[in-house]
């Protein structure tokens, strides 16, 4: 048994070593750039709500969705997508730093029979959607079913490349995960503790299954002060306060969620991640507008009532022209402003605003380009 066990030691090592150098080859081959259509195969991987939604609820039949004006309105075109912004959002932004097409909705690319049509990464996020399988259950695509769709995606695209090449591709990909917010704000009052407890448990599942399906970089965004949203801070029309007891919730999970990366990296060689301190980011905007170059950080810039939060951004709401000084667009969501802001840090950042590396070193886009300046093109 002894010598089997060392037997068995040496054959998996031959083979991960078989297979970084097969992963190594494949990143940095002109031959394989040439082959799949980029000089950088890297490609991003998107999970998670309504922040990161490119257009997945335009195809369900369900109210959380933003594929009406004034969504989009600054995007390129001026129409809405599906995006929960009024331009870019977090997902485009990345993606222009990495020097990667921003992934297409999932629903719209499963409709697609164009050949390699997953070979740009895919953008799985859902408005609304959460942790848990029942938050605003039968109105979004939640995180397991957005597993589920990845599933097949790593299928087709191991038809189409084979076994090797696609573990090699997606574990040079970039998987960004923010998901919580949703599950916060449906608290149902049973303790932080053991609700904090069941989101983070159920993550670790769910992130679990990406690692067993060849996820290999994590880029995590913690949560935002949810109780800060203008549409939570509405429902004190006294004061426009944040909700404390849905902060309290934002940072135990954010907490528990970094620990959580932590105890997997120290568990799988492997894995490296970057969390993102979304929270303190935040709340920097939030005490200290004007070094960010914002006005207005507590009201929404479209929509109606009290910080134009009451009522949702619709085609008959009013919207502000100074967009680039909101925090908020809607009562939920960021601005392309605030967006741009977060990526720039996320991607550039140091500790404690973003660690144990940014998105820059979790890429290595400094080593491929090192790497490139000593290729000679074929």
Request: with cysteine.
């Given at each position: 048994?002894?010598?089997s066990s ?271 301190n979304t ?80 998105v820059r ?18």
């Open positions: 048994m002894q010598y060392k037997m068995d030691s040496s054959a998996s090592l031959y083979l991960v070593t078989l297979l970084s150098l097969c992963c190594m080859l494949f990143r940095f081959s002109n031959v394989a750039a040439v082959q799949y259509g980029s000089s950088q195969p890297t490609a991003l991987f998107v999970f998670g709500a309504s922040l990161l939604d490119v257009g997945n609820n335009n195809y369900l039949f369900t109210l959380k969705r933003c594929d009406f004006p004034h969504y989009g309105i600054d995007f390129p075109g001026g129409k809405p997508t599906g995006r929960c912004s009024n331009g870019k959002n977090i997902p485009d932004f990345l993606a222009d730093k990495m020097g990667v097409p921003s992934p297409k909705s999932y629903m719209s690319l499963n409709r697609s029979m164009e050949p390699g049509k997953f070979l740009e990464g895919v953008n799985f996020a859902s408005s609304s959607a959460g942790i848990l399988n029942t938050t605003h259950k039968g109105l979004c695509i939640p995180l397991d079913t957005q597993i589920d769709y990845y599933s097949f995606v790593v299928e087709d695209l191991e038809e189409s490349m084979g076994i090797v090449w696609t573990k090699c591709f997606i574990s040079n990909s970039i998987f960004i995960v923010n998901i919580g917010s949703n599950d916060v704000q449906v608290y149902d009052g049973t303790g932080i503790s053991n609700f904090v407890s069941l989101l983070i448990s159920t993550l670790e599942g769910q992130l679990e299954r990406l690692y067993n399906l060849g996820a290999r970089k994590f880029a995590f965004m913690g949560l935002e002060p949810v109780g800060c949203w203008p549409a939570l801070r509405a429902v004190n029309k006294s004061t426009g306060n944040c909700n404390s007891e849905v902060n309290q919730i934002s940072v135990r999970y954010n907490e528990q969620a970094a620990v959580l990366l932590h105890e997997m990296q120290s568990k799988h060689a492997d894995i490296n991640y970057s969390f993102f929270y303190g980011i935040f709340t920097q905007y939030i005490n200290d507008p004007q070094t960010y170059g914002f006005g207005n950080v507590t009201a929404a810039c479209c929509g109606m009532g009290f910080l134009r939060a009451e009522i949702a951004c619709n085609p008959l709401a009013s919207y502000c022209s100074n967009r680039t000084e909101y925090l908020f667009w809607d009562g939920w969501h960021q601005t392309e402003a605030t967006a741009k802001l977060l990526v720039n840090t996320a991607f550039d950042g140091s500790p404690p605003d973003v660690f144990p590396v940014n070193q979790l890429s290595g886009i400094g080593l491929q380009a090192e790497i490139n300046a000593h290729v000679t093109p074929l």
